[in-house]
């Protein structure tokens, strides 16, 4: 056997030509790959995917600079590496559907209603995305600290998950067979 991997067609393999008709003479010698038909096919769905954000009004990409970290004797950062974010905005519309900047599902509750307190909320003012601030919900706090690799204080986490109890203990129904809270 040898060390080199060669491709196999099918008149490699012993069969007797003159048994054999034209047509599948002819496709004796087709090289078929199943994955590249497959691989063609992920390409195209990936395209269309792609153009289907370009035309979202909440899809956007953020670039952030990424730098290394200072050193006493060297005055100047260097950059690192750009770091791009892929995010969703939600309208700030009241009665909008509120949409996860992560995934850019959209969920059952709306924007100016208590359920909004059911969401950890930002507004990106920084000029990265334009003049519009635009607005941002997330599951949780660690969920938009871990997208936007930054930190919250401990104040707002806990502040937040305030706000939270009390909207869900607003939306729930004292189950008194089972003494239970559930959502309504």
Not at 77 to 83: A, G, I, L, Y
């Amino acid at each position: 056997m040898s060390d080199t991997a060669s491709l196999s067609t099918y008149s490699d393999h012993e069969v007797e030509s003159s048994s054999l008709d034209e047509n599948e003479q002819f496709f004796q010698t087709d090289y078929y790959s199943e994955s590249a038909e497959e691989d063609s096919y992920e390409r195209g769905e990936q395209r269309r995917q792609k153009e289907k954000k370009t035309v979202d009004p909440g899809f956007h990409i953020i670039k952030r600079v990424i730098y290394s970290k200072t050193d006493k004797n060297v005055k100047k950062r260097k950059m690192v590496k750009v770091n791009k974010i892929v995010c969703y905005s939600t309208s700030s519309v009241p009665g909008r559907l509120i949409r996860n900047a992560v995934t850019g599902m959209r969920t059952n509750h709306r924007v100016g209603y208590a359920d909004e307190d059911l969401y950890f909320s930002t507004v990106l003012a920084t000029g990265e995305l334009g003049q519009t601030p635009k607005v941002f919900f997330y599951d949780n706090p660690e969920q938009y600290e871990y997208h936007l690799n930054t930190t919250l204080s401990n104040e707002q986490k806990l502040n937040w998950s305030k706000k939270y109890t009390i909207a869900l203990e607003s939306k729930s129904v004292h189950d008194t067979k089972t003494n239970e809270l559930r959502l309504a």
